[in-house]
């Protein structure tokens, strides 16, 4: 369903991404590892078109989204989930939620409420519809983030660290609900320096060094096996796993 070719993204002369390529299909979830900086955030940036890449292709849904900037419908497909969530601070959880469906005329203003309670209360958090993200807590902030994004009925999501600015006791919250969008068949790209989530909630890993994939294959694999001394030496350096 989506498939990066030889994608390159310099900023001014620094280069971050030297040639990305993989092929993503439906129901995969793969998950993104490396070193800090070497290109994790910047790589699903492009994928979404947050940053204009300065060379190759991302081909989804049969467009090249590089090739023309006019594929919003497309690129609408696909989600994202930031570390820091993201949300309005002056809008209630309703409204951040509905705020882009609405915009976009996806969904009228009532439909849109009812979708955001459905979606609210599968998850018990109902009772917080009217509050404010000041009065949430991470993990709430979170997951309302996630419905956010499946608002806008994306065929993708892309996490980049998705709990890492939460408190521990928070992660199984955030977690649990993508092991359930996992469940029901969506698609996800999850970049995380938790290594025992990825390993135990992906069923493929990419391993990025310096903007090149060094290595990439089944989770248990990559991790129970390394075979560069690249990935060898990152995980060596960690041992939550
Ligand atoms: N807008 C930007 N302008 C200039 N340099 C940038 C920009 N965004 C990212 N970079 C640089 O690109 C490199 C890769 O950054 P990126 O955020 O993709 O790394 P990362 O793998 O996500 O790291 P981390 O694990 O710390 O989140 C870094 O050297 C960063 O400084
Ligand atoms: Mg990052």
Do not use: W
Not at 207 to 216: P, W
């Amino acid at each position: 369903m989506l498939e990066v070719r030889n994608l390159r993204k310099s900023f001014g002369n620094k280069k971050v991404l030297n040639g990305i390529d993989f092929v993503v299909n439906k129901g995969d979830i793969i998950g993104i590892i490396g070193p800090s900086g070497c290109g994790k955030s910047t790589l699903l940036r492009c994928i979404n078109m947050l940053e204009k890449p300065t060379s190759g292709e991302i081909v989804f849904a049969g467009n090249n989204l590089v090739d023309d900037e006019s594929h919003t419908e497309t690129r609408r497909r696909i989600g994202m989930v930031f570390q820091q969530f993201n949300l309005f601070n002056h809008m209630t959880v309703l409204d951040n939620i509905i705020l882009s469906p609405v915009l976009l005329g996806i969904l009228k203003k009532e439909e849109a409420i009812n979708q955001a309670k459905k979606l609210l209360k599968e998850i018990d958090l109902e009772e917080i519809i009217n509050s404010y993200p000041h009065q949430l807590s991470g993990g709430q902030k979170q997951r309302v983030a996630i419905i956010r994004t499946l608002m806008m009925k994306p065929e993708i999501i892309l996490f980049d660290e998705p709990t890492s600015a939460l408190d521990p006791e928070m992660i199984g919250e955030v977690t649990n609900l993508m092991r359930k969008l996992a469940n029901e068949g969506m698609t996800m790209l999850v970049v995380s320096h938790e290594m025992n989530f990825i390993k135990n909630f992906c069923n493929r890993v990419i391993f990025l060094s310096e903007g090149k994939i060094r290595e990439q294959g089944p989770s248990k694999e990559l991790f129970n096996n390394p075979k560069t001394d690249k990935l060898k030496s990152f995980l060596s350096k960690i041992n939550n796993y």
